[in-house]
């Protein structure tokens, strides 16, 4: 079953066991819009099953939110046509000549251009048979674009960040809902996995300045504005001390203490450490 999020929203939530993002359909008057691909056809069409419930018509387009496997690579099947960011398509046709087996995965891990979690769930995800074929978008757009589907529109933010360059955020304005894909995620195709405190700051400001009531993140539940800021307190907090020079983890530890206003999570070490592993920028 799909949950309704809003008027014109359903979703099907996202699923930890083999990394499977949210992915939503935007229903309008005229058109339907699919909010990422899957990763893989069974996931695409598993939601395209329960779409039928809510509405006779397949999406008229698939909305993808950045190149990463469990966000495209459903996209080969239903063959939906596809937007995304200019970068999007280099991106994903890096992908088209690779071999998928586990072999070729633990090849790609060792040189540092495959992530042990995502060769896992790949393997997770398709068991033995790989038969994945990487479909590119049909089309691309640089810094906005607008879809207009009868009563509600999306529109499509770059959103760049070293999670991916290509990275989008989907705004709806009727309905208050923002998608964010991964784009609150640290760089995790880095030699060493980061937060630039730069860049959360700047998806801070971007964020405060949609009215949206609905923030959603591709593999968590959607949030509201509140429970959103509360969640996200720590990794705009550190990323602030960051930019204000601090350097120190325990410094930082001991500044998030003072200053947190809902108890400090679990993970606070771990995220200190993503910023502190940040390579050096200017500001
Ligand atoms: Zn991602």
Not at 181 to 198: E, Q
Not at 215 to 223: C, D, G, K, Q
Request: hydrophobic share 45%; proline share 7%; charged share 20%.
């Amino acid at each position: 079953m799909l949950t309704k999020l809003t008027d014109h929203i359903f979703y099907l939530p996202a699923d930890a066991r083999t990394d499977r993002p949210i992915l939503a359909a935007i229903v309008g008057r005229d058109h339907v819009a699919m909010l990422d691909a899957g990763n893989s056809p069974a996931h695409a069409d598993r939601f395209l099953a329960e779409l039928q419930t809510i509405t006779p018509r397949r999406p008229d387009w698939v909305l993808l939110t950045h190149w990463h496997w469990d966000h495209t690579f459903g996209l080969a099947h239903p063959g939906i046509p596809a937007i995304g960011q200019k970068a999007l398509t280099a991106n994903l046709a890096k992908l088209q000549n690779l071999a998928w087996d586990d072999a070729a995965l633990a090849e790609r891990v060792a040189s540092g251009v495959e992530i042990t979690f995502c060769a896992e769930n790949i393997g997770k995800e398709y068991g033995a048979a790989r038969d994945i074929h990487v479909a590119l978008p049909t089309i691309t757009f640089e810094e906005m674009l607008t879809l207009h589907l009868g009563g509600v529109t999306c529109e499509l933010r770059h959103l760049p960040t070293d999670h991916s360059d290509d990275s989008i955020a989907v705004y709806v304005p009727e309905d208050g809902v923002v998608f964010l894909g991964d784009a609150l995620g640290p760089a995790l195709y880095a030699p060493t996995p980061y937060y630039a405190a730069d860049q959360i700051l700047r998806l801070r400001d971007l964020v405060e300045s949609l009215p949206a009531r609905w923030f959603v993140e591709s593999h968590s539940a959607p949030l509201s504005r509140e429970d959103f800021w509360a969640d996200n307190e720590i990794l705009i907090l550190v990323a602030t001390l960051i930019h204000e020079g601090y350097t120190d983890a325990d410094a930082i530890m001991a500044a998030v203490a003072r200053r947190a206003a809902h108890p400090i999570p679990e993970d606070a070490a771990e995220v200190i450490a993503l910023f502190l592993s940040a390579p050096p920028r200017t500001l």
